[in-house]
Nanobody
Framework: QVQLVESGGGLVQAGGSLRLSCAAS????????MGWYRQAPWKQRDLVAT???????NYADSVKGRFTISRDNAKNTMYLQMNSLKPEDTAVYYC???????????????WGKGTLVTVSA
């Protein structure tokens, strides 16, 4: 089995910073693209940022200049550094990865269960 586990969420004041981590483990042969998504109450899940295995990144306009996505391929871990946080960044943050599992013998997208980020005004 493949598992993705997010950590690092919490309560922070507006203007503050948090660093999220997403650790992938289990029967992993290779991880291609990975990404962060978020879902605020009563809203759909939206893209925050993505990163390819080689390090190419893409960001939602709402987080450009404030958030930085990165990954450590040797540790199968991805990060999201969030600076200048705003109340509207409050959401559950999910990570995903396009992973080749040695159990299934194919590529598919796996999701973590999420970590809550709350930004107070």
């Amino acid at each position: 089995q493949v598992q993705l586990v997010e950590s690092g969420g919490g309560l922070v004041q507006a203007g503050g910073s948090l660093r999220l981590s997403c650790a992938a483990s289990g029967s992993i042969f290779s991880i291609n693209a990975m990404g962060w998504y978020r879902q605020a109450p009563w809203k759909q899940r939206d893209l925050v940022a993505t990163i390819t295995r080689s390090g190419n990144t893409n960001y939602a306009d709402s987080v450009k200049g404030r958030f930085t996505i990165s990954r450590d391929n040797a540790k199968n871990t991805m990060y999201l550094q969030m600076n200048s946080l705003k109340p509207e960044d409050t959401a559950v943050y999910y990570c995903n990865g396009f992973i080749f599992s040695t159990d299934s013998g194919n590529w598919r997208v796996y999701w973590g269960k999420g970590t809550l980020v709350t930004v107070s005004a």
